[in-house]
């Protein structure tokens, strides 16, 4: 059964102040999800277990949490009971942020121009999930202006803060692209969203120096925000992907086999970009730090569910679906959630892992262990953990009556839910 045990208590705590917690969840403690969240904790801060000044207690033990994300999607959007699209709230905004960052990476010599503008192109541009989340993000956290300004003047600072906001998502875009551009001469690959890899078209070089061009200008729009806060907040998420992408290339054994690792891996590599990104969102709305942090919290978690989902698809998808190839990790030698718990199972898995995936024989021992194990099934779980961590982040948000800032908060519960749910 997907869910063995249920919460053992879960109260409503009501709010005595603006950013009150609205949840405590507690359960008692299982000694390996306590050590996931524990390891998860140390390696992102305390900020996971602490919510708006508020102790929320989450002892995870793969306990129902999708009713309990039902609860919570219920609370927070007891009025707006359509099914939204999250991607068609922000359609309009999406096409605007796609031409500009077309007309951001024009480049003076043609051959860079091409490359740069590459996963750029209309029909290539991939899901723009990170884009969704963070314009979502920012109508979710709109506050209206205390007091009445002179005519225009309201309406001229929201446009501004809004363009501000859009940049936001332009930057986390390119960063986010050119980590592509040098993930795929890493690693070799052939495709990536359903062509081939920049690298296998141009070649490596120009591949690299293509992620390098939208880098630095990334790193143009970032100094025109003039907020030195969020640039430093950008600037560690470059540093976090080279970081994660060091630590996967340079594992000991025993680094390889660990879930503690992994998720601090996985964090640097994938969560870090939306995390980060959603509080530079919230800083420049001018939002105090418990807000910001929950923004970050959110996109923390949300990134997590994301890749740990990304993992399982690896090993279920196929080469259509995914737009790359599938089992493109393991044949790497790259060892992920689903096998991790697959060796807790079958501890004879560990000498296969050693061992290494260059001989086919291994990697397909490795698949068989897998189909015996829950491995594909913990893994989900886990990611379930964190979609709902992410929900119960837009629940604490302060309360608005404002109908588009209630549509978006029911609109980013909703991506916990799709990044879950997702086949490719």
């Given at each position: 059964m997907l869910f063995s045990r249920a919460f053992s208590r879960v109260s409503r705590i009501p709010r005595n102040t603006l950013f009150g917690c609205r949840w405590l969840i507690s359960n008692?403690?299982?000694?390996?999800?306590?050590?996931?969240?524990?390891?998860?904790?140390?390696?992102?801060?305390?900020?996971?277990?602490?919510?708006?000044?508020?102790?929320?207690?989450?002892?995870?033990?793969?306990?129902?949490?999708h009713g309990i994300r039902h609860q919570i999607h219920?609370?927070?959007?007891?009025?707006?009971?359509?099914?939204?699209?999250?991607?068609?709230?922000?359609?309009?905004?999406?096409?605007?942020?796609?031409n500009k960052l077309r007309s951001m990476v024009i480049a003076e010599v043609p051959k860079l121009a091409s490359a740069a503008e590459y996963f750029f192109k209309l029909g290539v541009e991939g899901k723009r999930f990170r884009p969704t989340v963070l314009l979502l993000m920012a109508t979710a956290l709109n506050v209206r202006l205390p007091e009445p300004l002179s005519d225009g003047v309201g309406d001229a600072l929201t446009t501004e803060l809004r363009t501000r906001q859009q940049c936001i998502a332009e930057i986390t875009e390119m960063i986010h692209v050119a980590s592509l551009l040098h993930d795929d001469v890493l690693d070799d690959a052939d495709t990536r969203r359903g062509i081939g890899s920049l690298n296998a078209v141009m070649g490596n070089k120009l591949a690299v120096l293509a992620g390098d061009f939208l880098l630095s200008r990334a790193c143009v729009a970032l100094a025109s925000?003039?907020?030195?806060?969020?640039?430093?907040?950008?600037?560690?998420?470059?540093?976090?992907?080279?970081?994660?992408?060091?630590?996967?290339?340079?594992?000991?054994?025993?680094?390889?086999?660990?879930?503690?690792?992994?998720?601090?891996?996985?964090?640097?590599?994938?969560?870090?970009?939306?995390?980060?990104?959603?509080?530079?969102?919230?800083?420049?709305?001018?939002?105090?730090s418990e807000v910001a942090m929950l923004a970050f919290e959110y996109g923390k978690n949300l990134g997590l569910a994301f890749q740990l989902i990304d993992d399982v698809l690896d090993f279920t998808g196929t080469s259509t679906s995914l737009g790359k190839g599938s089992l493109s990790d393991i044949r790497h030698g790259i060892v992920t959630a689903p096998i991790l718990f697959a060796m807790e199972e079958f501890p004879q898995l560990r000498a296969v892992v050693d061992q290494g995936f260059e001989k086919s024989s291994n990697v397909d021992i490795a698949l068989e262990y897998l189909g015996k194990s829950r491995g594909i099934q913990r893994t989900r779980e886990l990611a379930m953990k964190h979609a709902d961590l992410a929900a119960a982040t837009i629940d604490s948000l302060p309360e608005s009556d404002d109908e588009d800032v209630r549509k978006s908060r029911r609109a980013l519960l909703d991506l916990t839910q799709i990044v879950i749910s997702r086949n490719k």
């Open positions: 008692r403690p299982d000694p390996q999800s306590d050590f996931i969240l524990s390891s998860t904790s140390h390696f992102l801060g305390d900020s996971t277990r602490k919510v708006s000044g508020c102790r929320e207690a989450y002892f995870w033990s793969l306990p129902a949490l219920h609370q927070s959007s007891s009025i707006i009971e359509e099914q939204l699209d999250p991607f068609s709230l922000v359609a309009d905004e999406l096409s605007l942020i796609a925000l003039k907020n030195t806060e969020v640039v430093s907040l950008l600037a560690t998420v470059v540093e976090h992907l080279v970081t994660g992408e060091t630590m996967q290339m340079t594992t000991t054994s025993a680094q390889r086999c660990s879930l503690e690792y992994y998720m601090q891996k996985t964090y640097y590599k994938t969560a870090s970009l939306i995390s980060n990104s959603c509080k530079a969102i919230a800083l420049l709305a001018g939002q105090t």
